[in-house]
């Protein structure tokens, strides 16, 4: 059985900052690609950031310089950093694991970022 469990999500107000976690089951979690998508209401799932197993990153546009993730393979974990929030960044986050046509969700955290 295999599961992604995010924690962190809130309410913030404009300006300030959450940090999104994700613990990983059932899977050697160091194989795995790493990502977090977001989804805001009335649009498309997109991609937030990545790491790969070797720790690279990258990053969406909108996000880049504010947001940053990580992970800990000791832990199964990776985390997103969020920063500096804005109105705009509402949305579900999801926790994604990717390895060859492996491919696991997280059932997502609300971020809400409104004053």
């Known amino acids: 059985q295999v599961q992604l469990v995010e924690s962190g999500g809130g309410l913030v107000q404009p300006g300030g900052s959450l940090r999104l976690s994700c613990t990983a089951s059932?899977?050697?979690?160091?194989?795995?690609?790493m990502a977090w998508y977001r989804q805001a209401p009335g649009k498309q799932r997109e991609l937030v950031a990545a790491?790969?197993?070797?720790?690279?990153?990258n990053y969406a546009d909108s996000v880049k310089g504010r947001f940053t993730i990580s992970r800990d393979n000791a832990k199964n974990t990776v985390s997103l950093q969020m920063n500096s929030l804005k109105p705009e960044d509402t949305a579900v986050y999801y926790c994604?694991?990717?390895?060859?046509?492996?491919?696991?969700w997280g059932q997502g955290t609300q971020v809400t970022v409104s004053s």
């Open positions: 994604n694991a990717k390895f060859a046509i492996r491919d696991y």
């Open positions: 059932g899977i050697i979690f160091s194989l795995y690609g």
């Open positions: 790491i790969t197993k070797g720790g690279g990153t």
